[in-house]
């Protein structure tokens, strides 16, 4: 009777082992951890869409004081475009952040089925280990198995098996747990996600209602000023004549700056001349060595040589000295990073030639850009330099021109002006405000050089 209890405990404890075996051995494959999207591309999105819901905001403003006037303008159309583009961006952005909710909602469900299942194999799993122990449930039984062994090795694999047996139970009620937590947080980010992908579909849906309401007010603005073609083809005219004049004072003050630059260089190389003429000189009267008498004859013939040179030969660009060639290789180095002129506002006329937003037919060149900005808005350097000239023309109003080196910055239709000429400003240094037409429209005229070649000025901004 008694070997026979044994045999049935032996079986019973056998039937744990195989149960351990499986718990071990379980295909891990099975658990999988929930995956979330890249949070850096996610994070860019909502920053991309809260800057595009700022530049509206700025753009909103600059359009309510242009429509001051009562009367329709081509500020108002430039502002309506930019809220208009900025939108159309925003909806761009909000689609992508669906795209991204969407693939993690059809994720989480996956992983919700899986944990689900998961947490149902855990269990039955534990209730086939709790049935086993029920059965040698008393620390009489589990002695009877141990010394029951028939030599000390096997005593000792029984007692290893039954900690082993004791740690996966225990193992079993944390992995119980664990998953039970997991598939707690899963259902919260699924119900967190599916809030957030019906309240930006509101949104996207508002967003689309919107920029249908600015494309009619961008039509009704369009065919108001097709009704005063006169008007803006005279307006064209003046533009077109102060844009001249401005080409014809930035020329002049280039090739003023490039002549002074020239002359100077040629003085210092005369200088040098002169110094190193006076040491051979010198060095004849001494009592110099013969090689050091041939050395100095030699450096005064090669600074008088350079000094004629410097004299004699027509440039292009500026002469640079060793700290205006550092200032213009920093300006240079920061290309697609320097400051905007202005803190707010827009790209209201791109570079170069395009077509008139309302003439038909006609192109406008433009030699930098417009940016459209708030009344009173302060005009700042955006980099380090000299204040190469301070004027007035009609049409441009007050005109701020900035030496880099051999870069040159214009800041033109300002209402005041803070600098004088030869002036050394510093990046951020307010050079002026910008001033506001009869219509309402405050913009910036401004541009950048290299000597006497016309640069992209969104080429070396910026983003905002």
Request: proline share 2%.
């Amino acid at each position: 009777m008694g070997v026979k209890t044994v045999s049935s405990r032996w079986q019973t404890w056998l039937l744990g082992g195989v149960l351990l075996l499986a718990l071990t051995a379980a295909p891990a494959q099975q658990r999988r951890p929930s995956r979330r999207e890249p949070a850096k591309t996610k994070a860019q999105l909502e920053r991309e869409r809260r800057n595009n819901l700022r530049r509206i905001q700025e753009a909103s403003r600059i359009l309510e004081q242009t429509k001051q006037q009562k009367q329709s303008t081509l500020g108002q159309l430039n502002a309506l475009k930019e809220k208009i583009t900025v939108q159309q961006q925003v909806i761009k952005s909000t689609s992508s952040e669906l795209r991204y909710i969407n693939t993690g909602v059809q994720k989480t469900t996956t992983n919700v089925q899986l944990t689900k299942a998961e947490l149902d194999r855990l269990k039955a799993e534990y209730a086939q280990l709790i049935y086993a122990s029920a059965k040698t449930a008393n620390s009489y039984n589990r002695i009877m198995f141990l010394f029951a062994s028939d030599s000390f090795n096997e005593f000792m694999r029984r007692l290893r098996y039954v900690r082993q047996y004791s740690e996966a139970r225990r193992q079993q009620v944390s992995g119980i747990l664990r998953t039970q937590q997991e598939l707690s947080q899963q259902l919260t980010n699924l119900t967190e996600q599916r809030q957030q992908k019906s309240s930006l579909l509101s949104n996207q849906l508002s967003e689309r209602r919107s920029l249908q309401t600015m494309k009619v007010q961008q039509d009704q603005v369009v065919q108001q000023l097709s009704q005063k073609e006169q008007q803006l083809q005279k307006e064209l005219a003046q533009r077109q004549q102060a844009v001249r004049k401005l080409d014809n004072l930035i020329a002049q003050r280039v090739r003023e700056e490039i002549a002074r630059a020239a002359r100077a260089a040629a003085a210092r190389a005369a200088a040098k001349a002169a110094a190193a003429k006076a040491a051979a000189e010198r060095a004849e009267r001494s009592d110099a060595t013969a090689a050091e008498r041939t050395t100095a004859r030699r450096e005064a013939a090669e600074a008088a040589e350079a000094a004629d040179a410097a004299a004699n030969t027509s440039t292009s660009r500026v002469t640079l000295t060793p700290e205006t060639a550092e200032l213009s290789s920093s300006f240079a180095e920061n290309r697609g990073r320097l400051l905007w002129p202005v803190a707010r506002g827009f790209i209201s006329q791109p570079f170069g030639r395009h077509p008139h937003p309302v003439l038909k037919n006609v192109t406008v060149d433009n030699r930098g850009v417009d940016i459209q900005t708030s009344a009173g808005e302060p005009v700042r350097a955006i980099f380090d330099g000299k204040v190469l000239t301070v004027a007035n023309i009609a049409g441009m109003n007050n005109v701020v021109m900035v030496q880099h080196g051999e870069y040159f910055t214009v800041y033109a239709k300002l209402r005041s002006v803070n600098v004088a000429e030869g002036q050394q400003v510093k990046m951020r240094q307010p050079i002026g405000t910008v001033s506001t037409n009869a219509e309402g429209t405050t913009e910036l005229q401004f541009q950048v050089w290299k000597n006497s070649t016309n640069l992209n000025p969104e080429q070396w901004i910026g983003r905002k």
